[in-house]
């Protein structure tokens, strides 16, 4: 059912007339546990695609200036980002945010700081904060909350930094996109100018910067899906969805 109401939402709304599509990412790898997972060869097809169909903006451009366009960020910071998805993001031109978990830096599977480095000073990716371990905001006390907040952004400063004195971590990501008014009050008292959680839906210039919609890309998107998410379709999916699918 769900997927031939994408196919034919895609069909009938292929454009992207009414905002930016922010779409989420998280591994690209195979042989994987993570629900999260994309496919090298689907992610491949993926970029090819938004080549051919779609311009391709840095989050932050999309944020500044709300456009019909697409933009890509990955959670987690997986080192696959690295081996398998820059090479792509590097063929296409493409500009692309990681949001890191700053605990998870240098550990087996995640990007290393050289990695990053090398990343950030290649002017297509982006890295920002996405916490320091990736807990349940709305469950921490004010310490521990300004510690991932305020904390994950020193962190990360701090390393790239070392190849790039002017970088400013302004962008910050929910882990899990869970937030409340307490979560998003210690975001902006950080100093973050926006925020992404995981609300499907396209970035207009009416969205609140501190809980951008987000288009999530898993392993269960089929291509139709994938369409419809960086079109306008994904705005009347989301109405449909509440009405039809339970």
């Known amino acids: 059912m769900k997927s031939l109401i994408y196919t034919a939402l895609s069909a009938l709304r292929p454009r992207l007339t009414r905002g930016a599509s922010v779409l989420m990412y998280h591994s690209v790898a195979v042989g994987t546990d993570y629900f999260s997972a994309v496919a090298p060869e ?24 709300p456009r019909p366009a697409v933009a890509l960020s990955f959670d987690d910071g997986y080192e696959d980002n690295f081996t398998a998805a820059f090479p792509v993001l590097k063929r296409h031109g493409f500009h692309a945010t990681i949001f890191v978990v700053m605990s998870r830096v240098g550990q087996p599977g995640y990007l290393q700081k050289g990695q990053i480095r090398e990343m950030h000073e290649s002017g297509l990716v982006s890295f920002m904060p996405h916490s320091r371990t990736h807990p349940d905001l709305t469950t921490l006390t004010d310490v521990r909350l300004r510690e991932e907040v305020a904390g994950s952004k020193a962190d990360l400063e701090a390393l790239i930094r070392e190849v790039d004195p002017a970088y400013a971590a302004d962008i910050f990501a929910y882990p899990k996109g869970t937030a409340d008014a307490r979560v998003v009050a210690a975001v902006r008292e950080a100093g973050y100018a926006a925020a992404v959680g995981v609300r499907p839906g396209l970035l207009t210039a009416a969205s609140d910067p501190h809980m951008i919609e987000r288009n999530s890309v898993d392993r269960t998107t089929t291509h139709a899906r994938f369409r419809m998410e960086a079109s306008d379709a994904i705005v009347a999916y989301e109405r449909l969805k509440g009405l039809f699918i339970s």
């Not at 689907?42 to 938004?50: C, G, K, Q, S, Y």
């Not at 169909?53 to 451009?61: C, Q, S, T």
């Open 42 to 65: 689907v992610f491949e097809r993926h970029m090819a695609w938004l080549a051919s169909e779609r311009e391709v903006i840095p989050l932050a451009e999309a944020i500044a200036h």
